[in-house]
């Protein structure tokens, strides 16, 4: 039975070094990702490769994540899912006419955790909704005092 390898931390790789590697590098991801909190590991799969002007970066990662609901308020639990490929430009921004370019310096390094946490972040909802079962915001009768119990403790307050 063949023993399974410990994923390679994901560390940033100086690209001068993934330019001479054939094939480019390779990463197993299962481990947490700094500024992402997950219930579980991320897991997945990277593959970084250095052609020349540009960095061919594919990958695929998967994580639960607990979120608070916007309506209800209640914590749930979500995968999150990315599978992206991408084309990063190496070299000097030459002038203002490739501001929205993601680019490289030659000289300096491909961090495979920050992009995994790019791609992950860019699948959390702008609006955390539990789903259909949710019982929505907390509501309280018209026939009580139609003072909001949130509110009681300082309706105490007073003479």
Not at 59 to 75: F, N, Y
Request: with cysteine; hydrophobic share 35%.
């Amino acid at each position: 039975m063949p023993v399974q390898s410990e994923p390679v931390p994901l560390r940033p790789l100086p690209l001068q070094e993934l330019q001479y590697l054939d094939g480019g590098r390779h990463w197993q991801i299962g481990q947490p990702i700094a500024g992402l909190a997950t219930l579980t590991p991320v897991r997945g799969e990277l593959q970084a490769t250095h052609l020349g002007n540009v960095l061919e970066v594919k990958g695929r990662a998967e994580a639960i994540v607990t979120l608070c609901c916007d309506r209800c308020l209640q914590h749930f639990n979500m995968t999150l899912s990315a599978a992206s490929t991408e084309l990063i430009l190496i070299g000097a921004a030459e002038s203002d006419d490739s501001q929205l370019v993601e680019r490289l310096d030659p000289r300096g390094s491909f961090d495979p955790e920050h992009w995994i946490f790019e791609q992950l972040s860019l699948q959390l909802p702008i609006v955390n909704h539990c789903g259909s079962h949710c019982p929505g915001p907390a509501t309280w009768s018209s026939a009580s005092s139609g003072i909001d119990p949130r509110w009681q403790a300082l309706q105490n307050l007073t003479p």
